[in-house]
């Protein structure tokens, strides 16, 4: 499917979505699983990001879903594994860039509180933060999720609504600040360009070469 996509539209970005769960062809790599059924789910970081046609790796962090739903300071050094060893695989063995698409952690969880989401949140950033600075295989993290206000209906525990959580909304804008000074000096000299373009477009042009 990653191939007939980009045969029809080469100009954009094509991820999978996938949580980030190691599967058999990296069993060196399941002490980063959260549990030991997210080796048994059928996917594979590794092995479904070397597909043809995968610009950049993604991976979701939700440990209260995954390890637990009562807050623990478990949870904070999963994170922090999770992250770096994912940025690790990505540079060397994928040869392009990590977003962590979604990651948050639910209002609705046994021992939560606001000063622990900040926790979370600044840890996942000062991983990514650091990759960015040296070039590193961080590609950014997405928030799960902002909501305006009056949108609170919608809300499935996850929700940060930035009025009602300074303190949140804080750290988000700080990060973004950062980011934003950083990329502002980048020379646009990318080092990651897809070790797989060459033989992608040998796959879908052969007929014009």
Known sequence: MAVYVKS???????????????????????QFNPNTYAQQVGTDFIRNHQVLGVDFASV??????????????????????WIQSHIEDAENSLGMPVVFAEFGVSAKDP?????????????????????????G???????W??????????DD???VILSKSPSTSGIISLQSTR???FNSLCSWKCQWGCKK?????????????
């Open 8 to 30: 029809v539209d080469p100009k954009h970005l094509v991820e999978i979505g996938l949580e980030g769960f190691y599967g058999l062809s990296t069993p060196n790599r399941f």
């Open 179 to 181: 980011l934003t000074t």
């Open 145 to 154: 999720q902002l909501f305006p206000e009056g949108t609170d209906y919608m």
């Open 60 to 81: 979701h962090i939700y440990p209260d879903s995954w390890i637990s739903q009562t807050i623990s300071d478990v949870h904070i050094e999963f994170t922090k594994s």
């Open 111 to 135: 021992g939560y509180n606001s000063t622990y989401r900040d926790t979370f949140l600044s840890n996942v950033y000062k991983i990514l933060l650091n990759s960015t600075r040296k070039g």
């Open 157 to 159: 525990g996850y929700a």
């Open 137 to 143: 295989g961080g590609g950014g993290c997405l928030l």
């Open 197 to 209: 373009k060459h033989a992608l477009e040998t796959f879908l042009y052969h007929d014009e070469l």
